[in-house]
RNA sequence: GGCUACUUAGCAAAUCGGUUAUGCAGUGGAUUGCAAAUCCAUCUAGGGCGGUUCGAUUCCGCCAGUAGCCUCCA
């Protein structure tokens, strides 16, 4: 029985969906006037774990993540950079997949732009000002009417007296309650407009999301997501809206992921102590970092360190090091252990427990490997499967193992090859000085030698 | 100032009102020509002060520290 944290009754709920065996779920994707950093990239991991098992829990999941592709910094870069803003918007997407490939993360079912969804934008911000929980300001834009709204503040636990207008928000003339946010922005000289009943202008970000869940799952669905710092004012302005406009609830189940930080401090744009994903698979494979996240809960906060991915990549070492060997084409029996990943993965996606268990598996399989290769296939095969939910060990262990980047000064397996077979002969002929000489060598190279009773294998240190 | 979390061994990270988490690292042993890998054993825990309880790391209260939100942010 799955239990999901709510962020909107902070607690463990038994997850019932909307209709039975459907679930329909929206994440607050990217706004791409850049590269994703480490904090997208857990984004990313996280709802894609959330959506593989909730599949494999046997639901049919719509898996909605939208892409914010206008809005204000967007229209500052591309001033910047002196190109169109749809320009540079593509050129983000299009990175922001090969991150998203690379991580192992399988795309969502619907990927909507708040350039496609202009129409539902601007219906809903008509009808919201027919509802009068909208109004056009002194300025010429559109605003959302806090006060009209009565449950403004319960995602988020603030009270509308207790936000202190005015201490780090600028107070607008043109808006009656300063949390008014805007609807629709009128466009500038030289700014990308759409034309609208309030003017040629561009929406707000928080009617992006309403707009595009709505057209995409309908007035009320099962799960959203998004990072924690998206639920004030963001998630609290999508209910404000989508509520008012249909009248109905918004959302079931609010699910937010903790951040990435640097020394204890989040990792984040307007810092600037982020390191982008590609940054980091230059250093780092991309499994490494897919299992850093796994590793930790995912509301909890996560450092990010050398030595958090090191440890990382040392842990994924053992996984492939145990199904090293061993036969993946059995039938797939399920023991214990799938139980007790499930029950794990159940407990509000527990993924640091789901990870013990496979740990566990490993050692079992490292017992019996020698002495009954039939259930320790078996066991691989299980395995396998369960952390095919999370992402990770769909590698062929050597492959894994023996990765590396030959170009960076990497020895080439043919020389490694060669250099082994003269080792075989030198232990041959009991010359041990040679052959500790050829493995001492290797080392020094980053090849570890390793006997086997089936002869010799090698791996590259992680 | 308001609100929300968190505080576990050398490091990371879970569970749990009484029973080995798990990984990395350390120590001892098995194995090995020697290593590596692997297996076995083992040392380090639960911020501080109170309370509830037969018993609390786990529940409650207070204190301290850390982080986050209250502006764009995943």
């Not at 629709?184 to 309403?210: L, T, Y």
């Not at 769909?394 to 590396?404: I, K, R, T, W």
């Not at 000064?409 to 077979?421: D, K, N, P, T, W």
Request: net charge negative; proline share 3%.
């Amino acid at each position: 029985m799955l239990k999901i944290y709510n962020t909107l009754s902070r607690n463990k709920e038994i997850f019932t969906p909307k209709v039975e065996g459907q679930v329909g779920m929206y994440v607050c994707g990217m706004t791409v006037y850049d590269y994703c950093h480490v904090g997208h990239a857990r984004v990313m991991v996280v709802f894609d774990i959330v959506a593989r098992y909730l599949r494999y829990s046997g639901y049919a999941l719509t898996y909605v993540r939208n892409v914010t592709d206008i809005d204000d910094k967007i229209i500052k870069r591309a001033n910047e950079n002196g190109e169109e803003f749809s320009a540079l918007t593509e050129r983000f997407i299009n990175a922001m997949h090969e991150d998203e490939r690379a991580l192992n993360v399988l795309p969502p079912d619907i990927e909507p732009k708040a350039t496609d969804s202009m129409e539902d934008m601007i219906a809903m911000i008509a009808d919201l000002i027919s509802k009068d929980f909208a109004y056009v300001g002194a300025n010429g834009d559109v605003f959302y009417a806090v006060d009209n709204f009565k449950n403004y503040g319960a995602l988020s636990g603030k009270k509308l007296e207790d936000l202190q207008a005015g201490e780090r928000v600028d107070i607008d003339a043109a808006k009656r309650n300063p949390f008014d946010f805007v609807l629709w922005k009128q466009a500038k000289a030289d700014e990308p407009f759409w034309v609208s009943p309030w003017g040629n202008g561009r929406p707000g970000w928080h009617i992006e999301c309403s707009a595009m869940s709505k057209s995409c799952l309908g007035n009320h669905f099962d799960i959203h997501g998004g990072g924690m710092d998206l639920q004030f004012p963001h998630h609290e302005n999508e209910i404000a809206q989508s509520e008012a406009a249909s009248g109905e609830k918004f959302v079931n189940v609010w699910m937010h992921n903790g951040f990435v930080r640097i020394n204890e401090e989040k990792m984040s744009k307007s810092l600037g102590n982020f390191f982008t994903v590609r940054e980091v698979l230059k250093q780092y494979r991309p499994e490494v970092i897919r299992f850093f996240v796994l590793s930790s809960h995912y509301r909890s906060p996560l450092n990010y360190s050398d030595e958090q991915l090191n440890e990382s990549a040392s842990a994924l070492t053992r996984l492939y090091t145990a199904l090293r060997e061993l036969d993946i084409a059995a039938d797939l029996v399920q023991t214990t252990y799938t139980e007790r990943f499930k029950e794990a993965m159940d407990d509000d996606f527990n993924t640091a427990v789901a990870v013990a268990v496979l740990f566990e598996m490993a050692r079992e399989m490292n017992k019996i490997k020698s002495t009954n290769s039939e259930v320790a296939n078996q066991l691989a095969t299980e395995l396998k499967s369960l952390a095919d939910v999370l992402g990770i060990l769909q590698d062929d262990p050597e492959v894994f193992l023996q990765a590396g980047d030959v170009e960076e000064g990497g020895v080439a397996e043919q020389e490694i090859e060669s250099l082994i077979e003269q080792r075989v002969a030198a232990k041959t002929n009991k010359d041990w000085a040679l052959a500790d000489k050829i493995r001492a060598d290797l080392k020094q190279q980053g090849i570890i030698l390793e006997d086997v009773a089936t002869g010799t294998s090698w791996r590259r240190e992680s």
